[in-house]
């Protein structure tokens, strides 16, 4: 019996671009092999086409035609004489790693109300005092209930809300004296974000008219 080979894609060279496959590979490859210059240039340009209907997402793109030639020459490993519309780009042009994305890597201190607070409190501290940074500090502390009762308990102490904007701020930020914050209704929603909780006078309407329809 003879012995099955297996080839797995896992073992084969790594394509520069997957999303053209491996034909077009193979048909880069045999275009290295053809002699004639001109010829050689012909069935680049054929080529290309191929790649464009693989890949259609490309069009979207401004210049799409010439990313598709800057393509054709990234696949051949910049290695193709030929004679087309765009002159073959350096290596070291499409091959830099793009520059890293800065990543905020401070902790933050607390997780249910998020980073967006800190920063928000950052810029209070810059505000003048007066009624209007009363104003966004009441704001804030409203928006920080908010998310403190998504997370936590069922209810919180207004001076506990307080007491955190003061310690998120490291004493920058001191909540006025008497500022108040408008009540929570008792049938308002805290549940967690994308989880309705269905009022019981809301299931008591839809049984009724459940049963006026049987």
Partial sequence: MEEIIKDYNTDREKLALPEYGRNVKHMVEHLK???????????????????????????????????????????????????????????????????RIPINKKPVRATHYGRNIESIIDLITKQEQGEVKTELIRTLAIYMRQQYLIWNKDSVADETIFSDIEKLSEGRVKVPEGITLSRISSDANSSRPGIGNQSGSGKKARKKNFQRKK
Avoid at 33 to 55: C, F, G, P, W, Y
């Fill in 33 to 99: 092999t053809i002699e004639d210059r001109a010829k050689r240039s012909e069935q680049a340009a054929a080529v290309v086409k191929v790649m464009e209907i693989l890949n259609p997402s490309v069009r979207q793109q401004d210049d799409f035609e010439h990313k598709l030639w800057d393509h054709l020459y990234m696949i051949a490993d910049f290695d193709l004489d030929i004679d087309s519309p765009y002159p073959m780009p350096a290596k070291e042009e499409l091959s830099s790693k793009p520059a």
